[in-house]
C-alpha cells in the first residue's frame, strides 16, 4: 500500500507540533490561529502560510501577515486574541506618487518620486515612527550614462561621463513661473480669477489697459465675495467708479472733455459746475462780487407756509410769498383796525453789532431806519404778526410785512369813509 501522510489538528492558538516528536512529511493544522504547516527532515514544525486571514483567537507576533476586510497588514506590535487593533498593525504595500511635494496621509510602502530633486522615496513606518527613506542612494560610479539625459549638469550631454546623483540636475523650464516669484515680460491671458493676498504693483507701464471695442469693468469685492462697486472706462473714453453692474457709465466718472461727473452734476474742466439733480449741504457762502470775500454760511427752508432764511444756525426770518386763495381757508373780512393802528409804535432807529457766536450777524452803523420792533407788532397786532417770540435762541424775529400792510389798509379804508360821509353831510 502507499504510504498516508498522517495529519495533525489543534484548536489551541499558538500550539505546534514540538520537535522530534513527529515523522518528516507529516502536515499540521491549527484552526485558532488559521496556520497550516509540515515535518521537516529534522522533524521540526515549519509554517506554510506568510499570510492568513485575522483570527480573534490567535495571537500574533512582529512581523506576521494577516489580511484584514481585505486589506494586507503587518503586525508591528505583539497581539493577543481578541479584536483587531489598529495600532498594532500596519498597511502593507502603497501607491506610488509623482510630484514636487510628497503625498499626504501615506500608507506604509507607499512611493513617491520627488520630481524636483530627482529622488524615489519610501513611507517606512514602525512602532517607534514613520518617515520618507530614500529607496535608492547611487554612488558616483554606479550608473554609467550611455546615453544621458538632457540637463542642466556639469558635463555635455552626449557623453559617457558616470553622473553621480550630485551633478543630475534638472532644466529649468523658462516657459513657466516657478512657484515664488518670477518676472512676467510680456502680456498674461487670464480666463479665470487672480486670486492675491497681497498688493498688485506695477513699477512702470499701465497697470490696466482696455481692450478696443469693449466696456472694461474691473469688479470690487468685500471679504466674503460680494460685489460692492466698480472701476470701469468704457468705449465713449469715460473712466469713473460706481455700484451698477448695468450702467458701466453712470455715477461718478471724468468724461473724454475732462468733465468731472457725479449722479447728475456735472464740473467742467473750465469751472462751471451744471447741477440736474438734488443738492443737499450744510449751507452755501457767497462773496461780494467776483472777488469779494466771502460771508457767513446761509441756507434756504421751506417750512410749508414761509421761506426762511438761516445764517449759520440762525434763523433771520421768513420769507412770505404765499397769497393765493388755494391755500387758505376761514377767509373772512378784517374787522375794525381803527384803534389797532393807533396802538402802534413806529420808530426811528440804526442798526447796532449782533450775534450769537464770533461771527456777527449785524454790523451796526449809524444809518437811520424807520419800523417796528417786531414783538410789539406781536403784542399789538398776532402772533404771526413777526417769526418767533421775544429773545429767543439761535433766531433773529423779523415782521410780516402782509400783516401790517393789512391793518393799515384796513384802517385806511375806515378813514376813507369816514372822509367820505363827512363830505357827504356838507
Known sequence: MPNRVATLRSSVTGSIPNPGTRAPGELWVNFADSQLGYIDASQTAQKLLAVRLFSTTANYVVGDFVVYQGVLYRAIAPSGAGGFTPGNWAKSGGAVSVGDAPPTSPDPGALWWDSVGGQLYVWFQDVNSSQWVIAVNQSATAIPAITNPLMNGPVAVGTSTNYARADHVHPVDVSLLPLTGGTITGALTVTGNINSSGNLVSNNG?????????????????????????????????????????????????????????????????????????????????????????????????????????????????????????????????????????????????????????????????????????????????????????DQENLIQSPNPWTVIATLTKALQEAMERIEALEAGR
Not at 471695442?213 to 470690487?220: D, T
Not at 409804535?345 to 464770533?358: C, G, L, Q, R, V
Open 206 to 390: 499701465n497697470v490696466f489697459a482696455r481692450a478696443a471695442a469693449s466696456n472694461s469693468v474691473f469688479w470690487c469685492q468685500n471679504n466674503v465675495g460680494v460685489a460692492v462697486g466698480n472701476f470701469f472706462w468704457n468705449t465713449a473714453g469715460q473712466v469713473g467708479f460706481n455700484n451698477l453692474a448695468s450702467s458701466p457709465n453712470a455715477g461718478c466718472y471724468i468724461d473724454s472733455a475732462g468733465a468731472f461727473n457725479i449722479s447728475g452734476m456735472t464740473i467742467t474742466n473750465a469751472g462751471a459746475a451744471a447741477i440736474t439733480g438734488i443738492v443737499t449741504a450744510n449751507g452755501y457762502t457767497g462773496r461780494q462780487g467776483p472777488g469779494g470775500p466771502t460771508g457767513q454760511l446761509n441756507n434756504f427752508y421751506w417750512n410749508t407756509t414761509a421761506l426762511q432764511v438761516w445764517i449759520g444756525s440762525v434763523n433771520a426770518g421768513n420769507l412770505t410769498p404765499t397769497s393765493d386763495y388755494r391755500a387758505k381757508k376761514d377767509v373772512i373780512p378784517l374787522g375794525s383796525t381803527w384803534e389797532t393802528v393807533k396802538a402802534l409804535k413806529p420808530i426811528s432807529f440804526t442798526y447796532k453789532d449782533f450775534s450769537f457766536d464770533a461771527e456777527p450777524l449785524v454790523l451796526g452803523s449809524d444809518e437811520e431806519y424807520w419800523g417796528f420792533l417786531a414783538h410789539e407788532l406781536q403784542e399789538t397786532l398776532i402772533p404771526s404778526a413777526a417769526t418767533g417770540v421775544k
